[in-house]
Protein backbone atom coordinates (compact mmCIF):
# COMPACT_ATOMS: atom_id res chain seq x y z
CA UNK A 1 0.00 0.00 0.00
CA UNK A 2 1.25 3.32 -1.23
CA UNK A 3 -0.25 6.55 0.53
CA UNK A 4 1.36 10.36 0.86
CA UNK A 5 0.86 13.40 2.90
CA UNK A 6 1.70 17.00 2.19
CA UNK A 7 4.60 17.83 4.87
CA UNK A 8 2.67 20.96 6.13
CA UNK A 9 -0.14 18.36 7.16
CA UNK A 10 2.30 16.38 9.61
CA UNK A 11 0.79 16.98 12.49
CA UNK A 12 -2.22 15.61 11.17
CA UNK A 13 -0.73 12.24 10.56
CA UNK A 14 0.68 12.10 14.29
CA UNK A 15 -2.08 13.52 15.53
CA UNK A 16 -4.18 10.12 13.77
CA UNK A 17 -0.95 7.96 14.74
CA UNK A 18 -1.52 8.98 18.30
CA UNK A 19 -5.06 7.93 18.41
CA UNK A 20 -3.26 4.03 17.63
CA UNK A 21 -1.50 3.99 20.76
CA UNK A 22 2.01 5.56 22.38
CA UNK A 23 3.66 7.72 19.89
CA UNK A 24 7.75 8.06 20.11
CA UNK A 25 9.02 10.14 17.51
CA UNK A 26 11.75 12.91 16.75
CA UNK A 27 11.84 16.03 19.11
CA UNK A 28 13.74 19.38 18.39
CA UNK A 29 15.84 20.11 21.64
CA UNK A 30 18.44 22.81 22.96
CA UNK A 31 21.38 20.41 21.82
CA UNK A 32 19.54 18.53 19.04
CA UNK A 33 16.99 15.70 17.98
CA UNK A 34 16.04 12.76 20.47
CA UNK A 35 13.13 10.09 20.69
CA UNK A 36 10.37 11.36 23.01
CA UNK A 37 7.06 9.81 23.64
CA UNK A 38 4.66 12.70 21.90
CA UNK A 39 1.56 14.67 24.16
CA UNK A 40 1.24 17.30 21.15
CA UNK A 41 0.86 16.24 17.33
CA UNK A 42 3.07 19.68 16.58
CA UNK A 43 6.08 18.53 18.41
CA UNK A 44 6.91 15.67 15.94
CA UNK A 45 10.11 17.49 13.59
CA UNK A 46 11.20 15.58 10.59
CA UNK A 47 13.93 18.09 9.76
CA UNK A 48 16.72 16.32 11.37
CA UNK A 49 19.78 13.63 10.11
CA UNK A 50 19.53 11.83 13.11
CA UNK A 51 18.69 11.34 16.69
CA UNK A 52 21.45 12.15 19.61
CA UNK A 53 21.19 9.05 21.15
CA UNK A 54 19.41 6.11 19.69
CA UNK A 55 15.95 5.09 20.23
CA UNK A 56 17.07 1.85 21.53
CA UNK A 57 15.90 2.85 25.12
CA UNK A 58 12.08 2.48 23.69
CA UNK A 59 12.69 -1.56 24.24
CA UNK A 60 15.40 -1.31 26.70
CA UNK A 61 15.09 1.43 28.87
CA UNK A 62 18.03 2.89 31.01
CA UNK A 63 16.81 2.13 34.22
CA UNK A 64 13.54 -0.72 34.60
CA UNK A 65 12.11 -2.19 37.42
CA UNK A 66 11.62 -5.46 38.05
CA UNK A 67 10.06 -6.16 41.47
CA UNK A 68 9.05 -3.71 44.20
CA UNK A 69 9.34 -4.78 48.13
CA UNK A 70 9.03 -3.91 51.33
CA UNK A 71 11.84 -5.44 53.96
CA UNK A 72 11.46 -7.20 56.83
CA UNK A 73 11.84 -10.56 58.57
CA UNK A 74 10.73 -12.55 56.79
CA UNK A 75 10.12 -10.74 53.45
CA UNK A 76 6.67 -9.12 54.30
CA UNK A 77 5.57 -8.14 50.99
CA UNK A 78 7.04 -8.32 46.97
CA UNK A 79 5.32 -7.18 43.94
CA UNK A 80 6.55 -8.45 40.56
CA UNK A 81 6.48 -5.52 37.65
CA UNK A 82 4.69 -6.96 34.72
CA UNK A 83 5.82 -6.43 31.21
CA UNK A 84 4.21 -3.98 29.65
CA UNK A 85 2.66 -4.37 25.92
CA UNK A 86 1.00 -1.44 25.07
CA UNK A 87 0.31 -0.35 21.22
CA UNK A 88 3.30 2.15 20.44
CA UNK A 89 4.13 3.60 17.26
CA UNK A 90 7.81 4.32 16.62
CA UNK A 91 7.96 6.74 14.24
CA UNK A 92 10.61 8.29 11.48
CA UNK A 93 13.58 6.08 12.09
CA UNK A 94 16.48 5.66 10.52
CA UNK A 95 17.31 2.66 8.57
CA UNK A 96 20.59 2.17 10.68
CA UNK A 97 18.56 2.21 13.91
CA UNK A 98 16.02 -0.32 12.95
CA UNK A 99 18.67 -2.66 12.02
CA UNK A 100 19.80 -2.58 15.05
CA UNK A 101 16.72 -3.59 16.56
CA UNK A 102 16.86 -6.91 15.08
CA UNK A 103 20.84 -7.43 15.93
CA UNK A 104 19.30 -6.52 19.96
CA UNK A 105 16.79 -9.49 19.46
CA UNK A 106 19.14 -11.76 18.90
CA UNK A 107 20.09 -11.02 22.66
CA UNK A 108 16.52 -10.61 24.07
CA UNK A 109 14.24 -12.26 21.89
CA UNK A 110 16.04 -15.36 19.80
CA UNK A 111 18.78 -17.43 21.80
CA UNK A 112 16.08 -19.22 23.91
CA UNK A 113 16.72 -16.98 27.34
CA UNK A 114 13.63 -14.53 25.96
CA UNK A 115 14.00 -11.06 27.74
CA UNK A 116 9.76 -10.62 28.32
CA UNK A 117 9.97 -6.95 28.97
CA UNK A 118 12.06 -6.12 25.54
CA UNK A 119 9.69 -8.91 23.36
CA UNK A 120 6.27 -7.21 25.30
CA UNK A 121 7.21 -4.04 24.02
CA UNK A 122 8.90 -5.37 20.39
CA UNK A 123 5.68 -7.06 19.81
CA UNK A 124 3.24 -3.85 20.33
CA UNK A 125 5.47 -1.74 18.14
CA UNK A 126 4.61 -0.87 15.00
CA UNK A 127 8.15 0.51 13.42
CA UNK A 128 7.47 3.58 11.01
CA UNK A 129 11.21 4.19 8.80
CA UNK A 130 12.36 7.04 7.28
CA UNK A 131 15.03 7.49 4.35
CA UNK A 132 17.98 9.37 4.63
CA UNK A 133 18.20 12.13 1.99
CA UNK A 134 20.34 10.43 -0.77
CA UNK A 135 21.06 13.15 -2.39
CA UNK A 136 22.99 14.94 0.98
CA UNK A 137 26.34 13.75 1.61
CA UNK A 138 26.68 11.31 4.93
CA UNK A 139 27.65 12.75 7.71
CA UNK A 140 31.82 12.09 8.34
CA UNK A 141 31.50 9.91 11.01
CA UNK A 142 28.94 7.48 9.40
CA UNK A 143 29.70 4.28 7.79
CA UNK A 144 26.60 2.56 7.92
CA UNK A 145 26.86 1.61 4.06
CA UNK A 146 29.90 -0.09 4.85
CA UNK A 147 28.29 -2.29 6.74
CA UNK A 148 25.92 -3.01 4.07
CA UNK A 149 22.70 -0.44 5.17
CA UNK A 150 21.40 1.45 2.71
CA UNK A 151 20.54 5.10 3.25
CA UNK A 152 16.80 4.15 2.75
CA UNK A 153 16.58 0.65 2.98
CA UNK A 154 12.86 -0.13 4.32
CA UNK A 155 14.04 -3.56 5.60
CA UNK A 156 13.14 -4.16 9.07
CA UNK A 157 10.53 -1.38 9.23
CA UNK A 158 6.40 -1.98 8.95
CA UNK A 159 6.08 1.31 6.82
CA UNK A 160 8.69 3.37 5.40
CA UNK A 161 8.59 6.99 4.52
CA UNK A 162 10.33 8.80 1.49
CA UNK A 163 10.23 12.52 1.35
CA UNK A 164 9.30 14.15 -2.23
CA UNK A 165 10.11 17.62 -2.18
CA UNK A 166 7.05 19.14 -0.14
CA UNK A 167 5.05 15.28 0.34
CA UNK A 168 6.11 12.37 2.06
CA UNK A 169 5.34 9.35 0.80
CA UNK A 170 4.23 6.08 2.92
CA UNK A 171 4.57 2.22 1.62
CA UNK A 172 3.86 -0.66 3.66
CA UNK A 173 6.42 -2.87 4.16
CA UNK A 174 4.62 -5.25 6.59
CA UNK A 175 0.85 -6.55 7.57
CA UNK A 176 1.00 -4.89 10.49
CA UNK A 177 1.78 -2.12 8.59
CA UNK A 178 -0.87 -2.18 6.07
CA UNK A 179 -3.18 -2.46 8.67
CA UNK A 180 -1.90 0.68 10.58
CA UNK A 181 -1.88 2.74 7.08
CA UNK A 182 -5.34 1.57 6.02
CA UNK A 183 -6.56 2.77 8.92
CA UNK A 184 -5.01 6.68 9.20
CA UNK A 185 -7.77 8.64 7.19
CA UNK A 186 -6.96 11.79 5.28
CA UNK A 187 -3.78 10.38 4.07
CA UNK A 188 -3.80 10.93 -0.29
CA UNK A 189 -3.15 8.20 -2.58
CA UNK A 190 0.10 8.04 -4.19
CA UNK A 191 0.92 7.97 -7.71
CA UNK A 192 2.66 5.91 -10.36
CA UNK A 193 5.54 8.12 -10.33
CA UNK A 194 5.45 8.67 -6.52
CA UNK A 195 5.68 4.87 -6.67
CA UNK A 196 8.89 4.74 -8.99
CA UNK A 197 10.63 7.90 -7.12
CA UNK A 198 10.26 5.41 -3.57
CA UNK A 199 11.96 2.90 -5.74
CA UNK A 200 14.42 4.68 -7.25
CA UNK A 201 15.46 6.17 -3.40
CA UNK A 202 15.68 2.88 -2.34
CA UNK A 203 17.88 1.75 -5.05
CA UNK A 204 20.00 5.20 -4.86
CA UNK A 205 20.48 4.40 -1.37
CA UNK A 206 22.19 1.35 -1.70
CA UNK A 207 24.77 3.07 -4.15
CA UNK A 208 24.93 5.67 -1.31
CA UNK A 209 28.49 6.49 -0.50
CA UNK A 210 30.31 6.52 3.25
CA UNK A 211 33.45 7.17 4.06
CA UNK A 212 35.12 3.47 4.27
CA UNK A 213 34.72 0.51 1.99
CA UNK A 214 32.62 -2.46 2.57
CA UNK A 215 33.91 -4.99 5.24
CA UNK A 216 34.39 -8.35 4.75
CA UNK A 217 33.21 -9.55 8.37
CA UNK A 218 35.25 -12.69 8.20
CA UNK A 219 38.85 -10.96 7.40
CA UNK A 220 37.74 -8.14 10.35
CA UNK A 221 36.94 -11.31 13.06
CA UNK A 222 40.21 -12.90 11.63
CA UNK A 223 42.64 -10.00 11.97
CA UNK A 224 40.98 -9.06 15.29
CA UNK A 225 41.63 -12.53 16.85
CA UNK A 226 45.38 -12.80 15.32
CA UNK A 227 45.73 -9.03 17.13
CA UNK A 228 44.52 -9.83 20.51
CA UNK A 229 47.69 -9.84 22.41
CA UNK A 230 49.19 -6.93 20.34
CA UNK A 231 49.28 -4.77 23.02
CA UNK A 232 51.23 -1.73 21.73
CA UNK A 233 48.96 -1.42 18.67
CA UNK A 234 45.86 -1.55 21.45
CA UNK A 235 47.58 0.88 23.86
CA UNK A 236 48.16 3.37 21.17
CA UNK A 237 44.62 2.86 19.95
CA UNK A 238 43.17 3.94 23.26
CA UNK A 239 45.66 6.10 24.38
CA UNK A 240 42.93 9.41 24.60
CA UNK A 241 40.11 7.32 26.12
CA UNK A 242 38.66 8.84 29.40
CA UNK A 243 36.68 5.28 29.93
CA UNK A 244 33.58 7.72 30.39
CA UNK A 245 31.32 5.19 28.45
CA UNK A 246 29.37 7.70 26.46
CA UNK A 247 30.11 5.73 23.14
CA UNK A 248 28.26 3.00 24.76
CA UNK A 249 25.28 4.95 26.30
CA UNK A 250 24.92 6.33 23.02
CA UNK A 251 25.11 3.32 20.93
CA UNK A 252 22.42 1.46 19.40
CA UNK A 253 23.73 -1.98 20.07
CA UNK A 254 25.28 -1.89 23.22
CA UNK A 255 23.09 -3.99 25.82
CA UNK A 256 25.18 -4.66 28.80
CA UNK A 257 23.65 -4.20 31.90
CA UNK A 258 23.57 -4.46 35.78
CA UNK A 259 20.72 -5.61 38.37
CA UNK A 260 20.85 -3.76 41.23
CA UNK A 261 18.51 -3.81 44.87
CA UNK A 262 17.64 -0.35 46.39
CA UNK A 263 16.29 -0.01 49.79
CA UNK A 264 14.81 3.40 51.18
CA UNK A 265 12.87 3.55 54.52
CA UNK A 266 12.00 -0.12 54.56
CA UNK A 267 11.01 -0.32 50.74
CA UNK A 268 13.14 -1.32 47.89
CA UNK A 269 13.49 -2.02 44.38
CA UNK A 270 15.10 -4.51 42.08
CA UNK A 271 15.65 -2.55 38.95
CA UNK A 272 17.75 -3.51 35.57
CA UNK A 273 20.25 -0.65 34.59
CA UNK A 274 22.28 0.16 31.58
CA UNK A 275 26.28 -0.57 32.12
CA UNK A 276 28.93 -0.47 29.84
CA UNK A 277 32.52 -2.57 29.63
CA UNK A 278 34.42 0.86 29.19
CA UNK A 279 33.93 1.59 32.81
CA UNK A 280 36.56 0.49 35.00
CA UNK A 281 34.64 -1.47 37.62
CA UNK A 282 32.16 -3.22 35.02
CA UNK A 283 34.25 -6.80 35.14
CA UNK A 284 35.30 -5.97 38.83
CA UNK A 285 34.92 -9.16 40.61
CA UNK A 286 33.59 -9.66 44.51
CA UNK A 287 37.45 -11.05 45.58
CA UNK A 288 38.54 -8.05 44.25
CA UNK A 289 40.28 -9.19 41.00
CA UNK A 290 39.27 -7.11 37.87
CA UNK A 291 40.95 -8.80 34.67
CA UNK A 292 40.55 -5.38 32.43
CA UNK A 293 42.33 -2.84 34.55
CA UNK A 294 43.47 -1.00 31.40
CA UNK A 295 41.94 1.09 28.94
CA UNK A 296 43.26 -0.83 26.09
CA UNK A 297 41.71 -4.07 27.82
CA UNK A 298 38.39 -2.38 27.57
CA UNK A 299 38.63 -1.01 24.12
CA UNK A 300 40.12 -4.04 23.28
CA UNK A 301 37.26 -5.75 24.35
CA UNK A 302 34.64 -3.25 23.20
CA UNK A 303 35.84 -3.53 19.62
CA UNK A 304 36.59 -7.09 19.83
CA UNK A 305 33.17 -7.79 20.68
CA UNK A 306 31.28 -5.97 17.96
CA UNK A 307 33.65 -6.73 14.74
CA UNK A 308 34.84 -10.29 15.79
CA UNK A 309 33.24 -11.87 18.95
CA UNK A 310 29.80 -11.74 17.81
CA UNK A 311 30.52 -12.16 14.06
CA UNK A 312 31.92 -15.34 15.05
CA UNK A 313 28.99 -16.19 17.24
CA UNK A 314 25.88 -15.09 15.65
CA UNK A 315 27.57 -13.89 12.21
CA UNK A 316 26.73 -10.29 11.88
CA UNK A 317 28.67 -7.66 13.34
CA UNK A 318 27.32 -5.78 16.30
CA UNK A 319 27.23 -2.25 14.62
CA UNK A 320 25.53 -0.29 12.33
CA UNK A 321 27.78 2.09 11.32
CA UNK A 322 25.53 5.61 12.72
CA UNK A 323 28.67 7.22 14.17
CA UNK A 324 27.05 8.15 17.62
CA UNK A 325 29.83 7.13 19.06
CA UNK A 326 32.54 9.41 17.09
CA UNK A 327 30.76 11.80 17.32
CA UNK A 328 30.09 12.25 20.98
CA UNK A 329 33.34 11.08 22.00
CA UNK A 330 35.08 14.00 23.42
CA UNK A 331 38.63 13.15 22.58
CA UNK A 332 37.21 11.99 18.99
CA UNK A 333 38.09 8.42 19.17
CA UNK A 334 36.70 7.12 15.95
CA UNK A 335 36.13 3.11 16.74
CA UNK A 336 35.71 2.13 12.67
CA UNK A 337 39.21 3.93 11.94
CA UNK A 338 40.75 1.80 14.51
CA UNK A 339 39.15 -1.47 12.60
CA UNK A 340 40.47 0.21 9.54
CA UNK A 341 43.93 0.37 11.35
CA UNK A 342 43.82 -3.02 12.78
CA UNK A 343 43.32 -4.38 9.04
CA UNK A 344 46.35 -2.51 8.17
CA UNK A 345 48.73 -3.92 11.16
Known sequence: ???????????????????????????????????????????????????IISPKSVFFPQTEDFIRYRTGRPLQEAETVEPEGKPLILFGVRPCDV?????????FSCTGAVDPY???????????????????????????????IGAADPEGSDIFM??????????SITGKGEALLAGIEGLAGASADDGKFFDDTVAAGRNFKTRFTCVDAKAITKKLEDLFH???????????????GVC?????TCYCFDICDETLFGRGTRRRVWDACMFTDFTLEASGHNPRTKVYQRLRQKIGHKYSYH???????????????????????????????????
Open 230 to 244: NTDFWEKASNACLSC
Open 311 to 345: VRKYGVISCVGCGRCTRHCPVGIDIFSIVEEAMKA
Open 99 to 107: KSFEIMDIH
Open 118 to 148: WQARREAATLIGYAFDVAAPAEPEEFYQTLG
Open 162 to 171: VRRGDDLILK
Open 1 to 51: MLKKTAIHQLSDLTSALMGKGTLVAPVREDAGFNFREISDAKQVDLNFHNT
Open 248 to 252: TFACP
